[in-house]
């Protein structure tokens, strides 16, 4: 005779414990996966970048190929492209902030003293003293110089490193795209070839829309606040804007800062009221990015709210800085679009995944 065992837990309490059990598992692996990354960032940094230039190229190297150029020099063509629009583009920018740094730090010690003057607070008087120690370290600098030019070296011959290294990775992405797919059925385990193939496949494409919706989306602002720049006569407009096309590529901060640069040189050269008009100018351009240009060009990528956006690059921006802050939304793409598919293969009904159940 044989007598059922009562079980010693509730079916809900079993299922959420198996369901925290699986939370648990996942978050450890991807634990140690971002441990792994920042142990070999040396080689996963260039990796990245490479990956997410290949998504940006990618339609221009196509281009090149349907007209029947070889895949090769396709690649190499659009490499060149690159660097002559970055290198350019950081050029622009570089020279245009050197132009106007003693301007910059001058407005923040006028913007202390017209608050002080106007509104009586006396905390306004930091602004002016940080202003002044600017200025102070500024000028101390070059005494000092010499004793940090190796460090310098250092983290320049790695930047340097990192972007050759990335660029020649972006060159081979490109040239052997078409064996990408038979290279992840050849890695995958039997049988779970086709699904490698589509998360991969949902994966680059949620990174190539972010990084080309970006890109539109950066050029709009970028040529929209030029010309509102130009029309206010604001010095060094062209670089501000070309300040603007960089920094869209962190969403929501990278505006922050390029539109406060852009307010304190028009601040510190025309007065605070072409400020305010700056201001005003740079507001317009956020809004009719937020409420037109995102929900039209972005519409068929990866959509994810702006708090998660702030959240992935806060963690971003602890594990690997500002380098970590670029790659965080692209990265975070990717995992949604894996998680989409996973989501579209194994959560409807026909092909539903089994519950985990640790009761076995």
Known sequence: MTTSQKPLLPEAARRTAAWCAVVLLVTGVAAVGVWLCIIFQTAVTPVLLALLGTALLGPVHGWLVRRRVNRALAAMLTCVALVAVVGGTGYIVVA???????????????????IREHFGITQASDIGSAADSAKSLISKWGASAASGVIAGLSVLASL???????????????????????????????GIGDIVEAMGRRAFEAVEGFMRG????????????????????????????????????????????????????????????????????????QQLEGNVLQPMIQSRTVQMHPAMVMLAIT??????????????????????????????????????????????
């Open 96 to 114: 245009a902030l050197i132009d106007t740094g003693d301007q910059i730090v001058s407005s923040l010690g006028d913007a202390g003293n017209w």
């Open 315 to 360: 963690a971003g921006a602890s594990v690997a800085g500002i380098l970590g802050m670029l790659l965080a939304v692209p990265v975070t793409a990717a995992a949604f679009g894996i998680i989409g598919e996973l989501k579209k293969r194994y959560g409807s009904g026909e092909s539903s995944a089994p519950e985990p159940d640790f009761d076995s």
């Open 160 to 190: 340097l490193a990192t972007s050759v290294l990335a660029l020649l990775l972006t060159f081979f992405f490109l040239k052997d795209s078409d064996r990408a797919v038979g290279l992840a059925h050849s890695i995958a385990p039997r």
């Open 214 to 285: 970006t890109t539109i989306i950066a050029l709009i602002d970028a040529v929209c606040i030029t010309v509102g720049l130009l029309i206010l006569r604001v010095p060094g407009a062209v670089g501000l804007g070309a300040l603007v096309f960089i920094t869209a590529y962190i969403p929501y901060l990278g505006a922050t800062l390029s539109g406060a640069v852009a307010v304190l040189v028009a601040l510190a050269d025309r007065g605070w009221v072409i400020g305010l008009w700056t201001l005003g100018v740079i507001l317009a351009v």
